[in-house]
């Protein structure tokens, strides 16, 4: 592009030019390149974006009077059950479901324009999922540019407040949901809770080079999600790593309630046999697997997982590996395994439905983890190793300290260096050796999840904090 002459770019130049500064994180020059006459709406978009980053924030009018109902909490949602089933919407369908049972009155919105915007146009307007009411924030045409959608939303959002007239909002990163749920909350003088499930800024910076660290976008972005939690007149996060990172950004100790990734009913009952998983997955029952099912993205390191097996597999002819799943890395993952000369022993079944998922870390030997080093990883616990030790298969994985939260080294599973095939060559090879050994880790590890990771247990965490904050409870039904 920098070769072409200033006197020959023209609109399609500039248009090119704003998408790759905002890609790279520079939002002023994604303004400032989309500044041209017949790139208005793009312009509009470029603006927006910067504003929200700058730290825009909604005009929400204050009510005449408002009475909230005792006992309601309205959570607000990027996306939900059932046109999506991503991680995060199983999370909080598990969340709504337990709250539910243990008395507190929910209900839930989505994020304006969703699931349309995503493909999904002739969508109900609410959705009833085993008793949780969903319902969609569906504007006949959707603002232009984050600042002015965070307008939008706040004040579709204050439109359900007035319905529902819960006694606290409740919402999840990121920061621009925070944003139109604090400007409602204050308007209505009722309490909000900001669930911090990932640091996004980091998984926006994984997926670029290094500069991406230091890009404008980076660091207003972490600067908007810390002024977000510090905020919060609570804050929720999954983890011990990720609780200190907020009191690092100066977010009160006693505000952070920590509810981890947890499991569903399906993953508390006895797990089926490996034998009968394999039978339903078509898999030899003769072979050793090892693998995971996770999304395909570069942070999740699962080409370590492939040279290791390369380096096995001449010593170990029974070895397989599995990879279920989908998303951007999966053709890169498919040529490294031709690459190496293993394509033929390695499984890619693709994206499982979520009841799928079950039986295919059944089907496996050893599930592994072995995710890069990178800040978003360091800091973010995953859900799949959970479910991994819910149903009695080892895990192995990569030794950060997010991991290290979910497995205990030498009695749960095994922690390896990050990005060193080799060193995960030497500790599979050892494990693969003991059939023993892994079965006794997978014992413990299945013992762990059921004890200590149940949405119940969730549940109660959420209770106190809403009566925390004022919000009446009635008695459970737990």
Not at 202 to 216: G, P
Not at 241 to 264: F, Y
Not at 389 to 408: H, I, N, R
Not at 420 to 437: F, I, Q, S, V, Y
Request: hydrophobic share 45%; proline share 6%; glycine share 8%.
């Amino acid at each position: 592009m920098e070769a072409v002459p200033e006197n020959g770019r023209g609109t399609a130049w500039h248009a090119a030019a704003a998408r790759l500064a905002l890609h790279r994180g520079d939002l002023d020059a994604a303004v400032a390149a989309s500044d041209r006459r017949g790139l208005g709406d793009l312009h509009e978009r470029m603006a927006g974006e910067a504003a929200a980053f700058a730290g825009h924030r909604p005009h929400v009018p204050r009510p005449a009077s408002y009475a909230p109902v005792p006992g309601r909490v309205l959570h607000v949602l990027t996306n939900s059950l059932p046109h999506t089933g991503s991680g995060y919407a199983q999370r909080s369908h598990s969340t709504l479901r337990a709250l539910a049972d243990a008395g507190v009155h929910v209900e839930a919105v989505t994020r304006p324009g969703w699931p349309a915007q995503v493909g999904v146009p002739w969508a109900a307007r609410q959705d009833m999922v085993d008793g949780i009411h969903y319902r969609r924030l569906t504007p006949w045409r959707l603002a232009q540019g984050t600042a002015a959608r965070m307008d939008q939303h706040a004040r579709l959002l204050a439109a359900e407040v007035d319905r529902f007239r819960p006694q606290a909002l409740h919402t999840t990163t990121h920061f621009v949901n925070a944003v139109a749920v604090r400007a409602v909350a204050e308007a209505y003088g009722i309490p909000w809770v900001y669930e911090v499930r990932g640091q996004l800024a980091d998984t926006w910076a994984s997926k670029r080079d290094a500069a991406a660290l230091t890009s404008q976008r980076y660091r207003e972005f972490v600067a908007r999600e810390e002024e977000a939690a510090r905020s919060a007149d609570a804050v929720v996060t999954l983890g011990e790593t990720m609780a200190a990172r907020l009191r690092a950004q100066g977010v009160a100790p006693q505000d952070i309630t920590v509810c981890p990734n947890a499991i569903g009913e399906a993953f508390l009952a006895e797990p089926p046999t490996r034998a009968a998983a394999r039978r339903r997955l078509g898999l030899a029952e003769d072979h050793v697997y090892i693998g995971t099912v996770s999304s395909l993205v570069g942070y999740e390191g699962l080409d370590t997982l492939l040279r290791a097996a390369a380096l096995l597999m001449p010593d170990h002819p029974s070895l397989r590996v599995s990879i279920a799943g989908d998303g951007v890395s999966l053709p890169a993952l498919r040529s490294l395994a031709s690459d190496l000369g293993i394509a033929d022993r390695v499984r890619f079944p693709g994206r499982v439905a979520r009841s799928e998922a079950l039986w295919e870390q059944v089907s496996l030997d050893v599930f592994i983890v072995p995710r890069r080093d990178l800040p978003v990883t360091r800091a973010v616990t995953p859900m799949k190793s959970v479910e991994a030790s819910a149903v009695g298969t080892p895990v192995v994985a990569s030794d950060l300290p997010a991991l290290a939260e979910l497995v205990q080294d030498g009695v749960t599973g095994l922690l390896v260096p990050a990005e060193d095939p080799a060193a995960w060559a030497r500790c599979l090879g050892d494990l693969l050796a003991e059939p023993g050994r892994r079965e006794s880790l997978g014992s413990a590890g299945r013992a762990w999840a059921v004890g200590t990771r149940t949405w119940e247990a969730n549940a109660r965490r959420y209770r106190d904090l809403y009566e925390r904050l004022g919000v009446e409870v009635p008695p459970g039904r737990d």
